[in-house]
């Protein structure tokens, strides 16, 4: 071994004083109270950098949490300024992370393409699948939960940051969207897995089966962020004082329409893959009431709207059977792509801190619904913060109730349900995602709180 690893008890608190800093850290504010190294193995042995693949167990307000982290060692940092190093400026050797490491994401490439096994990590590609040759990977910047790694331009590998045991959902639901044949999203190209056994802490038991750490799919060099997208067509709005919403070069309507359109082909795709069922309404909202107990204990504002909120809970748990299947789970504008033709759906993981089994759960489709319109109206609002100006409220509302009908109509073409006309069912999905929203504000942004509770305050009025 060229370079020699840094010992267990030095990596542990260089790791403690590190992960609370990464994006991908979900628990940001929160008392880190222990951290372990649960699996450690070499990935690369080169003469001039050791790269390591680590699975770390951390206490999190007592709660407990895995997260995979590659790590770098070696005599410097590599060129990339950006490498996060874990030892301080001037230690020797450098610790850093292992995704920016160059020869070490050219080294997983290589794996991926040989299908191998690698210290307990198996390497596994779709039939058919092509991959670029050996090159260096480049990190997205930007993102929140994982860590993406882009190779020439048209393959991105997504290693998922915090693991549970199991088969991940975006992998499993990208394999059935495939068999489908559905136009709507990236094809898969493969993953890496580790075999069932100590990934969860603890768990032995091989019959969990193996726990998805990575996965490889088609990379849409030169497409569209959905958000981007709608938040310029907004400006354009508000600096076209004399014109009407759809007289902007930029109006949005119509790729909305185009957006439900390739919604609904996704759920009607999955639904036919993974099968379809019903749940008793009274089921659905179970988790909704103690969302909303919770968000009222914590933000006193809601408390005059907690009955209203019960009420259209209560609508949908005395509805009987409600339709579902399997759906994206956590849907919203920054999870949409669109490519020269057609809208592309990305992040099939769900919520990344919520359990496999509760991820993997078939629910109502109205929920991928309701994250896109709480969407829309985030994008009609994210320049109005802090701004008293009525008449780009105004727009700003008509930007909003225009996309949200393009939207739904849209869907109903490609669906038999229009979303307008499930009533009280999208109301609750909508109403929920919009406490969900207060309670964030609250705790990050507390100058976009009025964003959410106004959505609040519209939806029970509109009952």
Not at 375 to 396: I, K, M, N, P, W
Request: proline residues 6%; glycine residues 10%.
């Amino acid at each position: 071994m060229s370079i020699p690893p840094v010992d267990d008890g030095t990596l542990t608190r260089l790791l403690t004083d590190w992960l609370p800093g990464q994006r991908w850290f979900s628990g940001k504010g929160l008392a880190l109270t222990g951290v372990r190294i649960a699996r450690r193995e070499v990935f690369l042995d080169d003469p001039d950098v050791l790269v390591e693949h680590l699975l770390v167990d951390v206490l999190v307000d007592g709660r407990p949490q895995r997260y995979q982290v590659p790590i770098a060692t070696a005599a410097e940092l590599p060129g990339d300024r950006r490498t996060f190093p874990l030892t301080p400026e001037g230690a020797s050797p450098v610790v850093y992370d292992g995704l920016r490491d160059p020869r070490g994401t050219e080294s997983l490439l290589r794996h991926l393409a040989g299908q191998d096994e690698v210290g307990g990590l198996r390497f596994r590609l779709v039939p058919g699948a092509t991959l670029p040759e050996p090159t260096r990977g480049r990190l997205l910047e930007g993102e929140q939960s994982n860590s993406s790694l882009v190779f020439g331009d048209d393959l991105m590998v997504k290693v998922f940051r915090l693991v549970q045991p199991g088969l991940n959902p975006d992998v499993e639901l990208h394999a059935a969207l495939a068999g489908r044949e559905c136009p709507a999203v990236a094809s898969l190209r493969g993953w890496i897995e580790l075999d069932g056994g100590d990934t969860d802490g603890g768990n032995t038991d091989d019959a969990i089966g193996p726990t998805t750490l990575a996965m490889a799919q088609e990379f849409l060099a030169g497409a569209a962020d959905g958000w981007a997208m709608a938040t310029a067509s907004v400006r354009d709005l508000f600096a076209e004082a004399d014109l009407l919403a759809d007289e902007v070069g930029t109006d949005f309507a119509d790729e909305s329409r185009r957006l439900g359109a390739a919604v609904a082909r996704v759920h009607s795709d999955l639904a036919a893959a993974t099968g379809s069922t019903t749940r008793d309404g009274a089921e659905l909202v179970t988790a909704m009431r103690a969302r909303l107990d919770a968000a009222v204990a914590e933000v006193p504002g809601l408390s005059g709207f907690a009955d209203a909120a019960r009420a259209v809970f209560d609508e949908v748990a005395d509805s009987g059977p409600v339709p579902v299947h399997r759906v994206h789970g956590d849907l919203h504008l920054g999870q949409t792509l669109r490519t020269p033709d057609h809208w592309i759906i990305i992040d099939f993981e769900g919520e990344p801190s919520a359990p496999l089994a509760e991820r993997r759960v078939p629910d109502s489709p109205a929920r991928d619904v309701a994250g896109i319109l709480r969407s829309l109206d985030y994008a009609a609002q994210h320049t109005l913060v802090g701004v008293d100006d009525r008449q780009l409220r105004f727009r700003a509302r008509e930007w909003r109730d225009r996309n949200v009908d393009a939207f739904c109509t849209g869907y109903a073409e490609v669906s038999a349900s229009d979303p307008r006309e499930t009533g009280a069912l999208l109301r609750a999905y909508t109403l929920d995602k919009a406490l969900y929203e207060v309670v964030y504000e609250t705790r990050n942004r507390p100058g976009w709180v009025a964003v959410p509770m106004g959505a609040v305050e519209r939806i029970l009025a509109a009952g």
